[in-house]
C-alpha cells in the first residue's frame, strides 16, 4: 500500500487500500488493519482491527457480512446531513482517481472541509469526515457527478424507513461441539456476558466456534434460534423490559426536533441502525467511560424514536439543555 496523496494518516491509507482493492475476505481485512497499525508504530487494543472495521462500515465506507467473511468498498456517495442546511457528507469508496477530483474541486471552487479522526489510545483512526458546503441544494447532483460520486438526498431519513424489526432468526442447533470453557450467557440487568457452565435457560448464549468465532444463538421455551449478537442483546433487554435508548433534543433555537441519541455501551447498535444514526453527522459515536454511553450527534427525533420501536425499545426523552445568557447550556 502506498500513502494516499490527499492525505488523511493510517486511516486514509486503509481506505485507499479498499476503495483500490474493492472486495475481499472479512478476516483478512482484520489482519491488514492490525497489520498497518502496528506497522506505524500503534499498539492496537483488544479487537481493535474490529471496532475500525465496525466504524467504517457505519461510516458508509464499506459494506459487511462477517457470517459468510467478506467484504465490499461502498459506492462513492454525496449525500445531506439532516438539520444542516449547507453541509453534505462525502463518503464511499475514495480511490486515487476519486481522490484526485475532490483535491481539484477543493482548490478551485469547492468548500471542502477535512475532519480528521482523533482515536483513544489503543484504536486504529479511522478515515477524515469530508464535509461539502454548499449555498443551493439544487448543485449536489451537478456536485456529485463531478467527483465521480451519487448523489443521496439524505441517507440517513432514507435508512429510518430500511430498518429491520428485531426479532427472532430461525431455528438453530444448540451450543455445541468446541464450547468447552467458552460458553457464556448474557445478563440483561449487567448487559454483560458471563461464563456458564450450561445453556439450560433461555436467554441470550454466545460461544466459540471451531474456527474461533464467536456464535450467538437465543433460546426461547427450550427451542434456539440463530440471531446476530446485537440483535439478541435488544431481544434480552426488551424480555426484562430494559431501556437502553435515549434522546435528548438540542438547546438551540428551531432545534428542538434534532439532538444526541445516547445508547448504552454495552448494547451496541446492530449495523444498519448505527449506519442510521452516525450518517447524522458523518462522525462516529463519541463514548463515555464515565456514563457508560454512546453518543450519535444531530439525529432527528423521528430517527431516534424509528431506531427504538425496530429494536423493541421505548425511547426516553431526557431533559432539553437550558440555554444561559452566555450561550453555554446546562
Known sequence: MTEPMNGGGLGGLLLRWLSESRSGRASVLRDGVRGQARARGLEPKEYAEWDWMRGAAALGFIDLDLRADRWSVAPPVLTRLPHTDGLALLTGARTARISARVAE???EWMELITAPHRPHAGEVPLPDTLLV???DVRTLPETAGLLGARYVPCAARQLAGLLPQ????????PPGGSTANTLEKYEPRHQRFVPVDRDGEDGLYRWRGADYARLTRVRRDGVFHAVERETGIYLELARHRIGAVRWRAESGRGRA???RLFVDRYAPLPALHERAAVLCSGFPPS???QAQTRAYDNVPR?????????LCQ??????RPVA???????
Open 105 to 107: 474541486a477543493a482548490g
Open 133 to 135: 458546503q454548499y449555498d
Open 166 to 173: 428485531a426479532k427472532l432468526g430461525p431455528e438453530a442447533a
Open 257 to 259: 426536533g434534532v439532538g
Open 287 to 289: 463514548s463515555s467511560r
Open 302 to 310: 423521528a430517527l431516534a424514536e424509528a431506531i427504538a420501536a425496530s
Open 314 to 319: 421505548h425511547l426516553e426523552i431526557m431533559p
Open 324 to 330: 444561559t445568557a452566555g450561550g453555554r447550556t446546562k
